[in-house]
């Protein structure tokens, strides 16, 4: 078990990192809400929702792993999964980008080579 502690660094964790993106989970779905009403059509509608999953599973993921995991099993998976949720945090917020203000022929490969970044 001491391996794993070693490999994550230090037992403690920032205090309130963990709080604030558990606050920001409360506070961004009413907000995504307001910006999925206000989508022009259907396609930023759906861009508009890939951009809520993103933020609100990597402030989901964070809040867990920094409020509520403590032993150091669950703290490396939890790591792994904070980790990975940063990534479709910044695939998700980059599916608006290449869908809506990127012409075409160059939004949809940007957009197939960062959500197979992110996936990697």
Known sequence: MDHLVAQL???ARPLWRGRLHQLALFVFPPLFLCLFLVARDTQAKVVAVVYALGICSM???SATYHRWVHGARARASWQRADHA??????AGSFTPVCVLAVPHRWGLPMLVLMWCAATL
């Open 9 to 11: 660094g230090t037992a």
């Open 59 to 61: 402030l989901a993921a």
């Open 85 to 90: 949720m940063i990534f479709a945090a910044i």
